[in-house]
């Protein structure tokens, strides 16, 4: 029998970027035994669920984002076996799992490509990706300018079989992860039986990589801008993302995930990763027969003025909101940089302005009506380490470019455990282990259990919140109300509970009524000075 309470609605998920979460054997990457390990700590967070990157078999050229098989566990984390005893464990514990699909591209080692690197030009094997012939005399020009979002053009020419140079195929990312076809009708049938072996296994749902994607416009034309999704890091190509045809995928996965809900009685969740440039074409993802939930990176993306996170928020409501789904936010994840240095820069060790801004925002967002997810570290506090030494830095963007900007290491560097040096707890009984990115001395001050035993702590704000939000019928799923406030304050009602955010900028501190029931910073009764929030009642 079907529960009427939808859990995703207004769950709160804690992103698990399995390489850097917990290291079970002492090889410094963290693995599938190490997140089994950290699910009572994750409980006692007070999370509804976790996200787990991809473990799949990958050359790791993207961190697993090139997948080679998505039916199996790389040996760097562990195998089917252990995977099942993590999903077992979680769901003793009432964690739901969502899994990694990246349904855009798979690596250059999976046994398909391979196979079309070694077929002729326009047999069945090249079909199943985009495969085109070089413009020029000699076909020396790649088919068209578009480019990569990782840098460079979006393609790369291939050697045929008898020596010669040969076709191009695309690559929206780096050259080890070619795109699939999606007009070839068997990559749709492939991903079906995949989703329904990790569906088959047990687990809540799926995070879906690059939704917006997929499908390209057929004619593969030149881009007016084509530089654009390597300027931007986004994907903002009208001709590589957003196709139309791509809600035809969804409503598939969607029809498949209500077939095992009806099944036995348990939801399970799409969540899209989608880049779009508006939030009415976002909401186009979440109609009601398509994802139930697509990550809004508008608020992750918004600066720190109040003026900017209402109209991003007013937004939201307004057309995501309005389609029966809820908004999904975000304000940290595995591509950006870590809020307490995006807030605060050019800090880097996450003290002061940075970390009381980021403070406030994360009481804001979980006060906000839908769901929230949570990337590992912010818990904590972390701030993103910007001095990793060139010769560590794995991220591909920093191969192509030869560029710093807005690479992603730094948000990835292992988490700090216990102790007062690397590798802090990270590898258990390991303590000579190096960690596959190094762990910067600060982060002593940032470890987990110095994390639980101070009550000011991140960990403790995040962890009172959740608490909060479970227990009070006014959060999570619903609607806001604007208040009037006084310039540099953010403020909204939901029945009788108010949020409100002093971003740092009111003249005077903003006045409150009464005691808050739990505050970002310091915040005296009836005070709401510098960057601080809270949330109280109203009498």
Known sequence: MLSKYHWWRDAVIYQVYVRSFLDSTGDGIGDLAGVRAGLPYLKKLGVDGIWLSPFYPSPQHDHGYDVADYCDVDPLFGDLGEFDLLVGSARRLGIKVLLDIVPNHCSSEHPWFREALAAAPGSPARARFHFADGRGADGSEPPNNWHSMFGGPAWTRITEPDGRPGQWYLHMFAP???????????????????????????????????????????????????????????????????????????????????EYTERDGRERLLVGEVSVPTAREHAQYVRPDELHQAFFFDLLSAPWDPDAFRKVISEAMQDIAGTGSTVTWVLNNHDQVRTVTRYGEPAT?????????????????????????????????????????????????????????????????????????????????????????????????????RALADTRSFWHLYRDGLQLRAALPQLGEGTLSWLDTPPGVLAFERGDLVCAVNFGTAPTPAPVPGTPLLASGPCPPGVLSGSTAAWWIRS
């Open 176 to 258: 080890e992860q070619p795109d699939w076809n999606w007009r070839n009708p068997e990559i749709g049938a492939e991903f079906d039986r995949i989703l329904r072996f990790w569906l088959d296994r047990g687990i809540d749902g799926f995070r879906i990589d690059v939704a917006a994607g997929l499908y390209k416009h057929p004619e593969l034309p030149d881009s007016d801008d084509p530089e654009a999704d390597a300027r931007t890091r986004d994907s903002v190509n009208p001709l590589a993302w957003n196709q139309p045809e791509v809600h035809d995928v969804w409503r598939r996965w969607r029809s498949t995930c209500e």
């Open 349 to 449: 060790e996450g003290s002061g302005l940075g970390a009381a801004r980021a403070r406030a925002a994360a009481l804001l967002m979980l006060a906000l009506p839908g769901a929230a997810y949570i990337y590992q570290g912010e818990e904590l506090g972390l701030p993103e380490v910007v001095d990793l030494p060139d010769d560590v830095l794995t991220d591909p963007i920093f191969r192509r470019t030869g560029s710093r900007a807005r690479i992603r290491d730094g948000c990835r560097v292992p988490l700090p455990w216990s102790g007062q040096a690397s590798p802090f707890g990270f590898t258990p009984g390991a303590e000579s282990a190096k960690p596959w990115l190094p762990q910067p001395e600060y982060f002593a001050e940032y470890a987990t259990d």
